[in-house]
């Protein structure tokens, strides 16, 4: 009898571990499957989602690229024993040689960073009017606009009369490309879109602040739906009087 009893609980003690075990391994079962429904789920989700940064990243470089260009820089001093006064004449500027880096979208400052009035000639020839001063800063950059005067004649120095330092040639942002990549987008967004690598199923937008806080935004007021990407760039431009400043470019794609 104890003999019978003893082999009755060794059998439910066996049904009971097999059935401890098949529950473990629905429940593992079940566990994979609601895993692999999450993922087939979620797969498309972060792709797209790694999709829209990684184009995201492509803009910035690409406008990077598009506004970066080269400012040309050099300084100038007039000898002390130059004769650029001509006080008898009454003439108020001289002319040098203009070296053959710069082109005609010049700006000239003086040792205090004040802009002075000159003018060039076909010659290459570049006339300042000095205000008995006799150093001077000059730069030259495409995105300039230029701002010569008509001068009349004025003292021409020979090259013992002043010393001009070499052509130094750094990359920059200037504020006139970045409004003119505004203006493209209102002007021409499908080009603009194109040239940034924006693909044909996403949009995208620019805002940019400058160093006093103004913005000029395009594309940042729309009302979209689902994700929005955002990213910024932290820039030193020149501006039109060339003056370095520092600003924002904000970028959005959805």
């Known amino acids: 009898m104890k003999k019978s009893i003893r082999l009755y609980k060794m059998s439910?003690?066996?049904?009971?571990?097999?059935?401890?075990?098949?529950?473990?391994?629905l429940s593992f079962v079940v566990f994979v499957t609601?895993?692999?429904?999450v993922l087939t789920v979620l797969n498309p989700i972060i792709k797209q989602q790694e999709s829209k940064q990684t184009e995201l990243d492509l803009i910035k470089n690409n406008l990077k690229d598009s506004l970066s260009s080269n400012l040309y820089s050099s300084s100038l001093k007039v000898d002390d024993a130059a004769n650029y006064l001509d006080k008898n004449n009454k003439k108020t500027c001289f002319a040098i040689d203009l070296p053959a880096e710069f082109g005609d979208n010049i700006v000239v400052k003086d040792v205090d960073n004040q802009l002075v009035n000159f003018g060039t000639t076909p010659a290459r020839n570049l006339k300042i009017v000095h205000g008995e001063k006799k150093f001077f800063k000059i730069f030259y950059a495409e995105s300039f606009v230029v701002n010569s005067i008509l001068l009349d004649q004025c003292v021409k120095l020979d090259e013992e009369d002043y010393t001009l330092s070499s052509v130094r040639t750094s990359e920059y942002f200037f504020e006139e490309d970045i409004k003119n990549i505004l203006n493209e987008y209102v002007g021409n967004y499908s080009f603009l879109k194109n040239e940034l690598g924006v693909s044909e199923e996403?949009?995208?937008?620019?805002?940019?602040i400058n160093k006093t806080g103004g913005e000029i935004s395009q594309g940042f007021d729309t009302q979209v739906a689902g994700n929005i990407y955002i990213?910024?760039?932290?820039?030193?431009?020149?501006?039109?009087?060339?003056?370095i400043k520092s600003g924002v470019i904000k970028l959005r794609i959805w």
């Open 12 to 25: 439910q003690l066996l049904k009971s571990k097999r059935g401890s075990h098949v529950g473990m391994i």
């Open 202 to 208: 996403n949009e995208f937008g620019i805002n940019f």
């Open 34 to 37: 609601f895993l692999f429904f």
């Open 231 to 243: 990213d910024e760039i932290l820039i030193q431009y020149y501006d039109v009087e060339a003056n």
